[in-house]
């Protein structure tokens, strides 16, 4: 997980000071000495660092802080404003132009991400922000990225303009735009070459990419893992060619963080966007105080939100609170539902968004196992569909074939069949609490 180590030692060392009615000098010294080294064994920027001991211990022991009726929390708000802060503040939206099509440069060193980021963010533009996004393969010295952007392309229905290594990287970028607006394609986006490392002629490559018509974005991808080495790399892009932002690409792979935290103080250019594993909709929006948040085990709810509104249908969410209510919640719309929360992603990667997951012994290295969820469908699926609608003509006979015909055991069944009884109840308790006299809304 991203920040795993970071958050951790902050987690430890704010839990210290959470509660305390007074916290003098002494006591902010002493966190802040932890913060320190929490920060640069993630990996932060040393300067970055420095400044952001500084902001905070000022804040800390100054008058918002001593006046408070909670000077603990206070202090912990503090160092959370101030991680947002060093983070980017507010998330940073992309600059659409008012006279398509939009035209996004990507720029990168080779096997940062940027032909998958390429593909990633079309998909996410053409789902989210409902755009017809136009992918242009223009690294000519590499035949094979042409052929991966092409097969991303197919993958995503969505079109890549080419044409071949023998022209030149200016020429396609020009007639792709052409070709953009006489086919009424509102945002192009031209995956340009890379290079193992920074040279000139690559730059000066970019910028002549540059001039033929100034781009609305150019985003840099950068790799989360490389840590500073990132941070170097954007800021000689930023001061070569000069780019709008930055997609930091594997933060799922990324324990430590550096990058994310300095970034953003070191260029002054926003984190627009970061790459959370390899898939096309492994792409978010970066938003600095939910990352903020998440780093100090307050859970991010709304990202957690987010993905459930783009993974569950709003129509078939109808139909299932409809059957709630009228008590007619069957096992096949169990399995719906086992069905649409995996589809968010990996089961420990949506807990760990829940406020306080990491706080509760035990379930902070949770590993869940998938193959359970297996287990429980199978059983599900060995059911006859009257046996799914009405559960309660399952007796000794009928759990003996289902065991059987799932590979499971006879106490396998046993306790589905309990864990669904309990969780219609709870619902029941639920509704009642929704559509109760004092019309209680419930709180998520
Ligand atoms: P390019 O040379 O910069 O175009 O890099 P590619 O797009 O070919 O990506 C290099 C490798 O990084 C590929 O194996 C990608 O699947 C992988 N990759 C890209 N983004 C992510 C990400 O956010 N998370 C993970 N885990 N892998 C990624």
Redesign the pocket.
């Known amino acids: 997980m991203a920040f795993e180590g970071l958050s951790e030692r902050l987690q430890s060392t704010i839990q210290k000071i959470k509660g305390k009615g007074k916290v003098t000098e002494a006591d902010v010294k002493q966190m802040m000495r932890e913060v320190r080294l929490a920060l640069i064994e993630a990996d932060v920027n040393l300067k970055v660092v420095k400044d952001f001991v500084k902001r905070v211990s000022e804040r800390a022991v100054g008058a918002e802080v001593m006046k408070s009726l909670t000077p603990g929390q206070q202090v912990i708000k503090i160092v959370k404003d101030e991680l947002t802060e060093l983070m980017g503040g507010e998330h940073s939206q992309i600059k659409f132009n008012p006279k398509p099509p939009t035209v996004i440069m990507m720029v ?13 963010l079309a998909n996410l533009l053409r789902k989210k922000y409902n755009r017809k996004p136009l992918l242009v393969a223009a ?1 000519v010295y590499r035949p094979a ?1 042409i052929k ?1 952007l092409e097969t991303l392309g197919k993958q995503l229905a969505i079109p890549v303009f080419s044409l071949g290594t023998d022209v030149s990287p200016v020429k396609i970028a020009e007639e792709a735009i052409e070709h953009a607006k006489k086919e009424h394609y509102d945002v192009v986006i031209i ?1 340009t070459a ?1 290079r193992l490392h920074i040279d000139e002629e690559l730059m000066d490559e970019l910028k002549n990419i540059r001039a033929i018509k100034e781009p609305d974005e150019v985003f840099l ?1 950068v ?2 893992m490389t840590g500073q080495d990132a941070v170097n790399v954007a800021q000689s892009f930023n001061e070569a060619i000069g780019i709008t932002g930055v997609i930091l ?5 990324d324990t430590r963080g550096g990058a994310a935290l300095s970034i953003r103080a070191v260029t002054e250019k926003p984190i627009k966007f ?5 898939k096309m909709d ?2 978010e929006p970066f938003h600095p105080e939910r990352m903020a948040s998440r780093i100090l085990g307050m859970g991010d709810v709304l990202s957690l939100i987010e993905k459930a509104q783009a993974t569950v249908d709003a129509e078939k969410a109808k139909e299932l609170e409809e059957k709630f209510k009228t008590q007619n919640f069957t096992f096949d719309d169990f399995v719906d539902q086992l069905k649409a929360v995996r589809k968010m992603g990996p089961l420990e990667d949506i807990l760990k968004m829940l406020p306080g997951f990491n706080k509760i012994k035990g379930l902070n290295n949770i590993q869940i196992d998938e193959k359970q969820i297996d287990r429980l469908e199978a059983i599900v699926y060995s059911m006859t569909p009257e046996e799914r609608a009405h559960p309660e003509i399952i007796n000794a006979s009928r759990k003996k074939r289902i065991a059987k015909g799932s590979g499971t055991s006879i106490q396998d069944v046993n306790r589905l069949l309990k864990q669904f009884e309990d969780m219609k109840k709870m619902m029941k308790q639920m509704m009642s609490m929704t559509q109760g006299k004092g019309k209680k809304k419930m709180k998520i």
Do not use: N, P
């Open positions: 990168g060193l080779q096997g940062a991400g940027k032909t998958t980021t390429s593909g990633k690294d990225a991966q995956d890379g991808v790799d989360a690409t594997k933060l799922d792979g970061v790459g959370m594993g390899e492994a792409l």
